[in-house]
């Protein structure tokens, strides 16, 4: 079992407010799984009791709209953690996070998270600050929703995507995505999505290879987005 206490990827999150003692608790109590890619780390509306820190990979949070499709909310990445806002306010996720390569993740009970929350203020601060980082990516996203087109939203997740999680050695985006799944980020449909990513190929800003994509003009994308 790994220690808590020399692992980096708690730095990252609000686990860095944690004591020693505290950490040895959690390596204690702590479950370690791998999820593959496309498995479920948990499901829209389950009750998780207890948050998921996230050691290795990437998965993506969606949400089932009404006709059926998911909605992808935010991509999640090493260091980060899942489940806050559930276990505080005691509801089942409104989410589904799903891995979009092989992770490692630590399950941490709840009972042992709310007793650190209860004692240790700046943990309970940092949990704080991330749920309201959370509350404001969600009001930024519902206006781009609102007030931007799907060109410029487009144009926006590809930035993010290169600048979050980098390239590969041949300059291609790190992070592989379906072409449904960047319109579930971009919130159109897929052949619109389609459509764009062959406008923005034509344009000489990126290339297109299979599911790969590789960002040729990062200033020109840029001022696709206004």
Excluded: W
């Excluded at 092989?102 to 009970?109: A, G």
């Amino acid at each position: 079992m790994s220690k808590c206490e020399q692992c980096i990827v708690r730095e990252f999150s609000s686990l860095k407010a944690l004591n020693k003692d505290e950490l040895l608790r959690i390596a204690e109590c702590k479950s370690s799984y791998i999820i593959k890619k496309g498995e479920p780390i948990f499901s829209e509306g389950e009750n998780v009791n207890g948050i998921f820190c996230i050691k290795d990979g990437v998965c993506k949070l969606t949400k089932l709209s009404p006709n059926g499709n998911d909605q992808i909310v935010k991509l999640i990445a090493k260091g980060e953690l899942l489940g806050q806002r559930s276990m505080i306010s005691e509801e089942p996720v409104n989410l589904s996070a799903i891995a979009l390569e092989d992770m490692e993740v630590c399950f941490i009970p709840k009972t042992e998270i709310m007793g650190f929350f209860n004692k240790n203020n700046n943990f309970s601060m940092n949990v704080m600050k991330a749920i309201c980082g959370d509350l404001k990516e969600a009001d930024d996203h519902l206006v781009a929703m609102a007030q931007k087109s799907v060109r410029q939203r487009l144009a926006e997740t590809l930035i993010y995507l290169f600048e979050t999680f980098g390239t590969n050695p041949d300059k291609s985006l790190k992070i592989k995505l379906s072409r449904e799944e960047i319109a579930g980020m971009v919130g159109t449909a897929t052949e619109s999505c389609i459509r764009l990513l062959s406008e923005f190929n034509k344009l000489g800003v990126i290339e297109l290879s299979g599911k790969k994509i590789t960002i040729t003009d990062i200033t020109k994308l840029s001022r696709l987005t206004t």
